[in-house]
């Protein structure tokens, strides 16, 4: 945690204060929010279109850990995370709510901190912080965020609507995140035995922003109706491309095969795991907090990515008896298993 010279204790506000205090710097920049902070609800109007609605919840110790990620960072990535689901679905998010549980060992410049860097995403996104909830906790720090996005009802892009023959695409690179978890974690370690030894953390800039600071996709959902190309199904990499390939067959009803030399991996991501004997591709399926688009699209679809530095092809859906197949390298087939994060840890 940044070190800071002034500390306010929290309880000099008192919860109103601390409220007056946060949503000082909030200004409302979308019109569908006709009521922000300060009523007993926010008002959206829906302008015609078909809302979607998302929740993520971050507790401390489980979900992040102070000792080295910054309030600042916190509080933006909690608010991507959110906005990234609202993507997954093709639509556009404009609206959250923010609930907070947090303890007396946090002082006022802390929270200011924290909402700095969800105020700082919202901007980014074209979001409004539009209302919340502030209570207090007995230890740790629990943020809750609620994302509302809005799209035509026909735009809607669901998890069940892949068909069979359909390509397997994603955007960006897998395993950086994960990868950038293990190096601040291993730096964490260093430093608990000698607490005089400065962390290392140089020529891993990609990896450790990609933990740190992710960003949601907004630009492929704009790519997307540039491109008038409408995925059959889509969801976001939360939990590694293993667990959502998955997720896309079986909603639906359909098998997937992934072949492992077409996940992209960026060059930073592969130095890194080979310096920790990690397998890249098994951090790229089971690692997650990418936050990357997984989708599908029909083959006729295929010449409007051909060639885009944004997208790759990695597999396709087949039928349902066939199950969810990674391919290796050597043309093997193996039975995808969603691991998670816990599994690579463990
Ligand atoms: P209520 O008692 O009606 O729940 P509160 O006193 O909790 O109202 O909140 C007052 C206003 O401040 C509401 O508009 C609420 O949405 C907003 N608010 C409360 N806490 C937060 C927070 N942590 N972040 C953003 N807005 C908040
Ligand atoms: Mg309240």
């Known amino acids: 945690m940044s070190e800071r010279t002034q500390r306010t204790e929290l309880s000099t506000l008192g919860e109103f204060g601390l409220i007056d205090r946060i949503t000082a710097a909030v200004e409302l920049q979308n019109p569908s929010s006709l009521q922000g902070i300060g009523d007993d609800c926010a008002v959206i109007d829906p302008q015609g279109l078909t809302q979607v609605v998302t929740t993520d919840m971050l507790v401390e110790g489980v979900h992040f850990d102070l000792g080295y990620v910054p309030l600042k960072h916190l509080g933006y990535k909690a608010v ?90 994603v955007s960006g690179d897998l395993g950086g995140a994960f990868m950038g978890l293990q190096v601040l974690e291993r730096e964490k370690a260093v430093f608990k035995q000698d607490p005089n030894v400065q962390p290392d953390l140089s020529g891993f800039d990609y990896i450790l922003q990609r933990q740190l600071k992710p960003e949601a996709r907004k630009d492929v959902i704009a790519l997307f109706k540039e491109m008038q190309l409408r995925p059959t199904a889509m969801i976001d990499i939360s939990d590694g491309l293993a667990s959502e390939a998955m997720h896309i067959a079986r909603r639906s009803e359909l098998g997937v095969k992934l072949y492992d030399e077409k996940i992209p991996i960026a060059p930073e991501t592969h130095r890194a795991a080979r310096d920790f004997n990690l397998d890249p591709s098994t951090c790229a399926l089971n690692g997650g907090e990418d936050y990357e688009l997984l989708f599908t699209i029909a083959q006729a679809d295929y010449d409007k990515i051909k060639g885009s530095p944004h997208f790759t092809v990695i597999g396709h859906l087949t039928d349902k008896a066939s199950g969810c197949q990674l391919i290796d390298r050597q043309g093997g087939q193996h039975a995808l298993k969603a691991q998670g994060w816990d599994g690579l840890k463990g």
């Open 80 to 169: 991507i995370v959110n906005l990234s689901d609202v993507y997954a679905m093709n639509a556009e998010p404009r609206q959250i709510t923010v609930a907070i549980a947090i303890s007396n060992r946090f002082s006022l410049e802390a929270v200011d901190e924290l909402y700095a860097g969800m105020l700082t995403a919202c901007n980014t996104y074209g979001v409004d912080l539009v209302g919340g909830d502030t209570t207090s906790s007995t230890s740790g720090l629990v943020i809750s965020i609620t994302a509302i996005g809005a799209a035509k009802k026909e735009e809607i892009v669901y998890r069940h609507g892949a068909k069979e023959n359909d390509l397997l695409v």
